[in-house]
């Protein structure tokens, strides 16, 4: 390692029950509402929705920056969209082992 060069932290798992279609959905519907009538508390929904963006990008190792700014500005359609399309690591699974005979 070069020195004065620190290795990079790694970031903290997203929770996953932020990210569902569902809590998109309802992201959606409420900021609408929000928009329409307390529109500060809408901008607060934007910048939680942009840190779980961030940190689930982040989380992945993937560039963070451009999905963060599109949930912040375009809020709940970028969100739905990113909730959506986003990618996740594959997963392995072990082997299955074979079924024993059974003894008789």
Known sequence: MEQGTAPKPRARATDEGLIRPRIAWAYFVVNLV???????????????AAVVTYRE???LGFP??????????????????FVYKRRRPAVAYPPETPPTAAAG
């Open 34 to 48: 929000l928009v329409l009538t307390l529109w500060p508390v809408a901008v607060l929904f934007a910048l939680v």
């Open 64 to 81: 963070a920056i451009w999905w963060t700014l599109a949930v912040f500005f375009f809020g709940p359609l970028a969100f739905l969209v």
């Open 57 to 59: 990008r982040r989380e």
